[in-house]
Each structure stands twice: as structure tokens, then as C-alpha cells.
């Protein structure tokens, strides 16, 4: 960017390989979330995502235009992305997912390259992005810089000499949770900033979403809603949740919505449990914000790590006292008895104890709540700083090439 340009808005390339499809979509919806605060502060934001089956190829999105690119045809038989459980459970469990790989890796790669002359800053979701845009770059003659936000999933996943290398070649990297630092310092990235995926305000506002889920769910008034959202998969375990619900006592029902490829054994064990309308799997949704408006416990108990999961961030804006596990990252951010309720892993005992304590006890329902609330506050969860830090750091990367 040049001193020419410094009258005309900031323009970011995001790469991503999940965006709503539509206005109320879940996948990637984190992502959307960012780049619509950034537009409202003056940044114009081209967000490249794959296609999917019924989607427009080039639209806008609340000031963001949106390309999204078929990688396979018939577009009807894309399978890598979206529905599914998510990517890495469409790669396990579909071989066509495994053989559009390549294709996607041609298309994403063209469309990335089309794009990079037109734009200031291409900012990176997830690594594999960033391996289609430094490959992008390599074969045009317009180099902006790459930013690089790590999510955490494909840092950990993903072989570590892959994940080096192209943390190497990045100009900047963004970090989201205590945990994705430690993924970016242990491969040798040690300048980066961290900057919160912020909450949807417009969307998780307490006291403005309706309380009509119970009507539609046949949940009578005097029952306790305990909430579960996140993917149906081993890193959210909501085989856990499920065999904590009978210790949740007779007026309390457990709801989850989700997805994933632990669906079959979630309705497994159901059914083994003779759980009846004590726990309703509802599977994918699209209004999460309507279970957390019910609800009088949120749960949230991966065995690996829970910073900073949107969820969790979610339920505290919307009031709801959180219960997660105790692992990884997670007792850096959140204080026990404070802000939550923390438990041991995998331990259905615990965590109905936990939920029950919360359900019996309003004043402690009404500390942890005012706790989560002030840590919103000091850890920047707001959009106005979530957006400042990250267009921030924008200009300190283009500053660095100037």
C-alpha cells in the first residue's frame, strides 16, 4: 500500500475453507463475524471460500463480497467441505472428499491468484489457505503480504515440519487462545499477535432473543435446559454429556446441537441410556442463540481444550453459567468458582455435580455469570477490539515491506 493510497479503504483477501452459505448458516460463521466488524470500521473485504451445492458463486454479505469458488462438477457432488462434521470428518469418512483434494487445490490456487493484484493484505484461515496463497504468490507478479490466523485444529493436526514451513514464509500471524500460541511458538513462531474472535452482538444479545425453543421442543416450564453446542466429534466429547444426564436430576433435560461423526454413537448410547426426552439431539442448527435463551447451564467439556471456544463465548454474553473440563489452556483463561465451573475430563459424575450445583444454587448461577462477563471485558471479546487489534496489525505488516 502505497502513500497514494492512503485516502482509499484498507482492502483484505480472506481465504477460508468455511463461510456461511447463507445469512444464518454455522460453518464458518466465526469467520464472517470478523470480516463484517471490519467492514464496518472501513476496511473492504473480499472474503474466497469454496462453493457449495445451491450457493451463489459471487454475492454480498453485509458489506462483504463473497466468491465462492466449485472445485468439483457437478457442483452437487462437492463433499469436502460443509455438511458432514467438518472437513477432517469428510476426509475420513468419504472417499470422494479424499479425491476432490487435488481439485480444490488447482481451483483455490487460480482463484487466489486472481485476486492478490486487487488487494492489500490477504488474510489466511486455517493452513491450508495459507499453502494455496504463498503457492498463488510464488506465480504472480503482486506479493501483499500473508496474515495467517491459527484456529488451532490444523496446527495441531497437521505434520510439524508442514506447519514450520509455512509459518516461516507468512509475514503475520494471528492467534486466538492461549493454545494457539503455544501451536506457534512450539514451530518457531514467536512474533505474532493475539487478537479474540469476537462475539456476534448483533446476533447473542440478552434479553432480545425469544424464549419460544421450549414451545417448540415440548421442554415444559419447570424443567432446567442444559445446553451442549459445538460438533458431535471427539474433540467437543458429547458422548460425556449424554451420560451425565440421567445425574442431572428429573426436572432437568439436556439439549445438544451439533453435528458430526460421533452422531451414531451420540444416539447409541440414547438409546442405550433410555434417555427419552430427558436429551434431545436436534443435529445441526442454525439458531444457537435460541437454546442459550433458555438455558440455565452451558456445557462445554472437550478433552483437549476450551480457549477460546465461540461457544463458551456465546453462552457468557447471553448469561448462561458455563461448566467446561479442566485441560490444556483452559484454567490460564477461566478461574473456577469465578467465571465457571471447572471438572475433570471424560467424568459424567462431575459434571452432573457441577450442573447440579449451578441449577440448586441462583447466587452461585449469578456470580459466575457477573464473573464471565468482566472476563469478556478485560480479555477483548468486544468487536470494536477485536476489529481495532486486528486492522492494527494489518498496517504494521504492510509497514514492514514498505
Partial sequence: MTSSDTHRPLRVLFVTTSFPRHADDFPGSFVFRIAKYLVRAGVAVTALAPHAAGCARDEEMEGVRVRR???????????????????????????????????????????????????????????????????????????????????????????????????????????????????????????????????????????????????????????????????????????TFLEAVPRFGSDAVGVLIGDGDLRPQCERTHARLALGPRALILGARNDPERLLAIARVFVHISPVENTWANSIAEAMVMGVPVVMTDVGATRELFTSERDCLLVPPRDPEALAAAVRRILDDPALARRLVDGARDLLRRTGKDAATATERLVAYYREVLSRGA
Avoid at 92 to 105: K, M
Avoid at 127 to 155: E, Q, Y
Avoid at 168 to 181: F, L, Q, Y
Avoid at 200 to 206: L, W
Fill in 69 to 239: 469458488v466449485p472445485y468439483f462438477w457437478p457442483t452437487s457432488r462437492q463433499r469436502l467441505f460443509y455438511d458432514g462434521g467438518g472437513t477432517l470428518a469428510n476426509l475420513r469418512n468419504s472417499w470422494l472428499a479424499r479425491a476432490q483434494v487435488p481439485s480444490y487445490a488447482v481451483t483455490g490456487l487460480a482463484a487466489v491468484r486472481h485476486h492478490l493484484a486487487t488487494h492489500d493484505v490477504v488474510h489466511c484461515h486455517w493452513l491450508p489457505t495459507a499453502m494455496l496463497a504463498l503457492a498463488a504468490r510464488t506465480l504472480s507478479r503482486h506479493r501483499p503480504p500473508i496474515v495467517f490466523t491459527n484456529w488451532g485444529s490444523d496446527t495441531r493436526l497437521l505434520p510439524q515440519p508442514l506447519v514450520r514451513a509455512v509459518l516461516r514464509r507468512v509475514e503475520g500471524c494471528v492467534s486466538t487462545a492461549a493454545e494457539t500460541d503455544r501451536h506457534l511458538v512450539a514451530a518457531g513462531r514467536t512474533e505474532f499477535r493475539q487478537v479474540m474472535a469476537p462475539v456476534d452482538e448483533d446476533r447473542f444479545a440478552p434479553g432480545a432473543v425469544a424464549d419460544d425453543l421450549r414451545d417448540e421442543l415440548g421442554i415444559a416450564a419447570e424443567r432446567s435446559v442444559v445446553a451442549f453446542v459445538g460438533r458431535l466429534d471427539a474433540f467437543k466429547d458429547p458422548v
